[in-house]
């Protein structure tokens, strides 16, 4: 009998969703308290349309969609993921297991993996926000057109988050201390940012770089956004390029991730 009423009583302690709410809560006072992480994903994309975003509104390519559209806002969106994802987000888990956070959790019934699910859904409030702003600033001050493929584009902005999260992963299993997170990130993001168009189209780049570019998560996530905001059909080799990195990274992650 005794046995029973405690483990009855283990099973009413266990956390549900308010005790997840309560700390995805605390995950955005986090967020909110890094003033680089808070600005870096909304500042950057500003920047950029500021630099970039006039010319390319007046080039029309398919559908009434300027490069502005098809181009620059995609490139601008994947940033915004991008930093979110590879730079952030690791940072945060680093220093967690750091400073023993994680450890202490995974002996309450409040398991780590809860830790997890709120950084990942305060990281897509954070990217809503985000790409919210960049949207907004373009069309008012750009006259930037919404995507023919409203759904597609939506769906590709999901998973690309998800793939820049599988890269995250990767950085947050790796690096050993919040600083060597947030370096190894932003090395990570501006090399895959570089073979992916960021600083520059990958026609630039030799055909085989370009090529390997297109099949990193962010060339193949501004390639299917581009389609999307084009109403042309998504090349569905971006589309598994994409989910490959949220695989790799999952796995990487299973295999090398330690609580502390």
């Known amino acids: 009998m005794t046995t029973v009423t405690s483990t009855e009583n283990y099973a009413a302690a266990r956390p549900g969703l308010r005790s997840l709410f309560i700390l995805t809560v605390c995950e955005a006072k986090m967020v909110i308290r890094d003033t680089a992480g808070l600005i870096v994903p909304i500042g950057l994309p500003l920047l950029i349309l500021l630099t970039s975003a006039s010319a390319a509104s007046s080039e029309v390519i398919v559908n009434d969609r300027t490069a502005l559209d098809i181009y620059v806002l995609p490139l601008v969106f994947v940033m915004v993921l991008g930093a979110i994802g590879i730079i952030n987000m690791p940072s945060f888990l680093a220093y967690y297991r750091r400073s023993g956070i994680l450890r202490r959790l995974g002996v309450t019934p409040a398991s780590p993996f809860m830790v997890l699910v709120a950084q990942a859904l305060v990281s897509m409030i954070q990217a809503i926000i985000g790409i919210a702003v960049a949207l907004i600033f373009a069309i008012i001050v750009f ?49 895959i940012g570089a073979l992916g168009g960021m600083f520059g189209g990958r026609d630039a780049l030799p055909t085989a770089v370009g090529d390997v570019g297109a099949w990193l998560p962010v060339g193949a996530a501004v390639d299917a956004l581009g389609d999307a905001w084009a109403g042309t059909a998504i090349n569905p080799v971006s589309l598994l390029c994409l989910l490959a990195a949220v695989v790799v990274g999952a796995g990487t992650a299973g295999l090398f991730f330690r609580w502390e």
Request: charged fraction near 0%.
């Open 143 to 191: 006259d930037a057109n919404l995507p023919v493929n409203i759904a597609g584009a939506v769906g590709v902005l999901a998973l690309a988050l998800a793939a820049m999260y599988g890269v995250g992963m990767i950085v947050a299993a790796l690096a050993p201390t919040p600083n060597s997170a947030v370096a190894i990130g932003l090395v990570g993001f501006l090399g």
